[in-house]
């Protein structure tokens, strides 16, 4: 799949009002007293199965929201919630994976000068967990552009510590299980963004920010993911 017009919009939270919402088994994250919570919109393209051809493939936007942890020392995300604009996609990634994955009714408009994106969740899809769905809807609508130069993220510094993690972990039945994704470095861009409404934090029942917003840009980066797995205890 190709990461495609994705925005990472990032926000400092008060960790112990975070760490309630993150499972016992897994240590929320901090970076200098603080820890961070994540909504990231953007479309995967060419999406399917490994070896499948192009006719079996698909295009959809996606709306996430995370935090960051450990688990027995590993970093890696945490998702609280993630929205799909496919109903189909929504049903087998949430069957799959074990996330709490929604539906909701996406647009997407791209120009060469921004990218105008908008979320209104609509159903829980199968697979996700109930305890997720919440009374405040759950929208998101924003336009963004790339400002300033393509950077790589210098190992040590804040970008880096928000955006280089190539592992997720979903608690289940006691137990955890781990996604692993594959990708280059991402080729971040500083962004400027104009959020309309934001209601993503709420509906998943988190705090409210106690800074604003770190965010960057960026266009296109191929990947790949895998199913979650279980990890074994030690």
Known sequence: ?????????????????????????????????????????????????????????????????????????????????????????????????????????????????????????????????PQFERTTAARFSASYRPEGDVFEPKPGSLAHWLVERRRFYAPEAGGVLAGEIAHDPWPLQPAHVTIEENTMLEANGLPEPTGEPVAYYCEELPMTGSIPRRLRDR
Do not use: C, K
């Open 1 to 129: 799949m190709t990461w495609r017009n994705g925005l990472f919009v990032n926000w400092p939270v008060d960790p112990d009002a975070l760490r309630p919402h993150v499972p016992d088994e897994l240590t929320l994250e901090t970076r200098d007293g603080e820890a961070w919570v994540s909504v990231l919109p953007f479309v995967l393209t060419n999406a399917g199965i490994r070896g499948t051809p192009p006719a079996l493939r698909t295009a959809v936007a996606e709306l996430n929201v995370r935090t960051y942890v450990r688990y027995r020392g590993d970093p890696a995300l945490f998702f609280f919630s993630i929205d799909v604009g496919t109903p189909l996609v929504a049903g087998v990634v949430g069957r799959t994976t074990r996330l709490p994955v929604f539906h909701a009714h996406m647009r997407v408009g791209a120009t060469e000068e921004s990218v105008a994106f908008s979320s209104v969740r609509s159903q829980l899809a199968a697979g996700a967990r």
